[in-house]
């Protein structure tokens, strides 16, 4: 079956304790990103990787950090997370950048506290 | 800054009614998607409009690209409570601006 995987799902933390959410994709996907949501704002995007060791940042990339050392994964970081980065986290995978559909993971559900 | 403007922000109708769902910008867009998104999951695509004044039809729902390519609409027929969600328009141009979405409530 297609599909993005994140995990965790749920995840509570601390202020300043570093943090990895994971995302995977079967679809053999050159474009992969990370979107946060938030209510009234929409998905904005946070970092977004066009192939392999190829990343860049998007509308909100302070305090995050993302790497693409494989085609299938797409892991995000929060360094020292901070109260403001509680948020909703999608990952999403498409063929390529454009007009292509994007699929999306589950989400990831962080509350920093 | 290129936005998309989406409203009504939330919507609450009976089983029956029609609605329309706006997605307005100032900034022209080489296609446009709807995505609709279910609690605890991620969106998922219903449909993409390319061609200014195309017009899709997916069962009951009905999407519609504006002819200057800056605008769209989604229109549902005889709402479901199966239809309840949020609705997320997305204009690409190199890269997908996402609206705030709609949350849109059908009641029995």
């Known amino acids: 079956e297609a599909q993005v995987t994140q995990n965790p799902r749920y995840l509570i933390t601390v202020t300043g304790k570093k943090l990895t959410v994971t995302c995977s994709q079967n679809?053999?996907?050159?474009?992969m990103s990370w979107y946060r949501q938030d209510p009234g704002l929409g998905l904005r995007q946070i970092y977004y990787?066009?192939?392999?060791?190829?990343?860049d940042k998007g509308d909100v990339p302070e305090g995050y950090k993302v790497s693409r050392k494989e085609k299938r994964n797409f892991p995000l970081i929060l360094e020292s997370p901070s109260p403001n980065q509680t948020s909703l986290y999608f990952c999403?995978?498409?063929?390529?950048?454009?007009?292509?559909?994007?699929?999306f993971g589950p989400g990831t559900r962080l509350t920093v506290t | 800054t290129q936005l998309l403007e989406q409203s009504p922000q939330f919507l609450s109708i009976q089983e029956g009614e029609n609605l329309t769902v706006y997605c307005n910008s100032s900034?022209?867009?080489?296609?446009l998607q709807w995505y609709r998104q279910e609690p605890g999951e991620g969106p998922v695509l219903l449909v993409t409009v390319v061609t200014g004044g195309e017009v899709k039809k997916l069962k009951r729902l009905t999407f519609q690209f504006g002819d200057a390519r800056k605008d769209s609409s989604l229109h549902i027929t005889a709402a479901q409570p199966g239809d309840t969600g949020l609705y997320l328009c997305a204009g690409e141009a190199g890269k997908l601006i996402f609206g705030q979405g709609t949350e849109l409530s059908v009641k029995p």
């Open positions: 990787s066009m192939n392999v060791e190829v990343t």
């Open positions: 679809m053999n996907h050159e474009y």
């Open positions: 900034s022209v867009f080489s296609s």
């Open positions: 999403a995978s498409s063929y390529q950048q454009g007009f292509h559909e994007q699929y």
